[in-house]
């Protein structure tokens, strides 16, 4: 196998938070590959570090050192601009605490990233009110994030990760505040994606959500653990 085969690929990893002069290592020399299309589940106790990794994958946030590729892009060199530019093509991000716009509907808020990557309204305006009807949205579309609830929230987070079709699609506890139905609704949308090609890497608590993954990597004080295959 080739390297150009691997969608990230982070070879020791590291990333500290500081407060006042302290520093907090958050992730210890992180190692991961993963495959194209492949569908990958991150468990581990909070504060492991889990969001953190995300965030790097994403090029939300920057690795203190380390080599990390996504997508073709080598992140830790690359101008602010070519970040946002990398973000807005390459990833969807369903954000553990949902970041939705809350001055814009529930479909504006799906939309955007489809205008933001050029698409004419029109088609994006179709494409996200598909998705909210996949998700049983469809009669929510003009609330505002504040009037709709953690779970209906949630749904409007995937359907704007989703929206631009991302190579990779990373997602921090996506079914944390869903019933088991809305969350198997969610499960069948990612799988439905990943199924389509598109590469998965999802943080989760829940058990039967990582074991719809082909492969789990668990994370403890900042550093992977072990790798099981999934149980089918
Ligand atoms: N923005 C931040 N500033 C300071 N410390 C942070 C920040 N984000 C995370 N941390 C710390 O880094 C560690 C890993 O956090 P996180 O990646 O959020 O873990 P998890 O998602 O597994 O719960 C924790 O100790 C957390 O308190
Ligand atoms: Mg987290």
């Not at 581990?44 to 996504?70: C, E, I, N, Q």
């Not at 631009?164 to 990373?170: I, K, S, Y």
């Amino acid at each position: 196998m080739s390297a150009t085969d691997f969608v990230v690929e982070a070879r020791g990893l590291a990333k500290s938070y500081r407060d006042g002069g302290i520093r907090y290592p958050a992730l210890r020399g992180i190692d991961l590959q993963v495959k194209t299309g492949e569908f990958v589940a991150l468990m581990g106790p909070s504060g492991s570090g889990k969001s953190t990794l995300l965030h790097l994958v994403g090029g939300l946030d920057r690795p203190d050192s380390g080599y990390l590729r996504v997508a073709g892009h080598d992140l830790p060199s690359m101008s602010e601009t070519a970040l946002a530019i990398f973000r807005r093509r390459c990833v969807g991000i369903v954000f553990q605490y949902f970041n939705l716009l809350h001055h814009l509907d529930a479909l504006t808020n799906v939309m955007l990233p489809a205008l933001l990557a050029g698409t004419p309204p029109s088609a994006a305006r179709a494409r996200a009110l598909t998705l909210l009807e996949t998700l049983g949205m469809t009669g929510l579309a003009a609330k505002r994030p504040p009037q709709l609830s953690g779970g209906e929230r949630q749904r409007v987070a995937i359907a704007r990760a989703l929206i631009n079709e991302p190579q990779v699609l990373l997602a921090d506890e996506p079914t944390g505040s869903l019933d088991r139905e809305a969350a198997g609704h969610i499960l069948d949308l990612l799988a439905e994606a990943n199924a389509r090609g598109q590469t998965i890497l999802l943080v989760t608590h829940d058990p039967s959500v990582a074991g719809r993954a082909q492969r789990v990597l668990h994370l403890r004080d900042g550093q992977i653990m072990h790798e099981a295959a999934a149980p089918s």
